[in-house]
Nanobody, 115 residues
């Protein structure tokens, strides 16, 4: 199983980034997909999620209205569109596949929001 994130980088406050995660080695359409993040000194937190069986989504309060999660089951990919970024969004972002019995994590991609 392999999850590979891309799209992180340095952006100014108010800017946008789109994270992508390509998944291989599992039945992608049967897994709920999540994005987590962890900033230095902070606990890892769930940022957004999208179910496998229906297009229901979840967002932590601090990103509602700014972030959007989506998935493309035909390409085994999940995305996180991040708009109006704030310095507090700076963190390593992780793609996570949650199945009925197993959970798989990507290595993470760094997002830094700074002027």
């Amino acid at each position: 199983v392999q999850l590979v994130e891309s799209g992180g980088g340095l952006v100014q406050p108010g800017g946008s980034l789109r994270l992508s995660c390509t998944v291989s080695g599992l039945s992608f359409s049967t897994y709920d997909m999540m994005w987590y993040r962890q900033a230095p000194g902070n606990e890892r937190e769930a940022v957004a999620g999208i179910l496998s069986i229906e297009p229901k989504t979840y967002y932590t309060d601090s990103v509602k209205g700014r972030f959007a999660i989506s998935r493309d089951n035909s390409r085994n990919m999940v995305f996180l569109q991040m708009n109006n970024l704030e310095p507090e969004d700076s963190a390593v972002y992780y793609c996570v596949a949650k199945g009925l019995f197993t959970t798989h994590w990507g290595p993470g991609t760094q997002v830094t929001v700074s002027s």
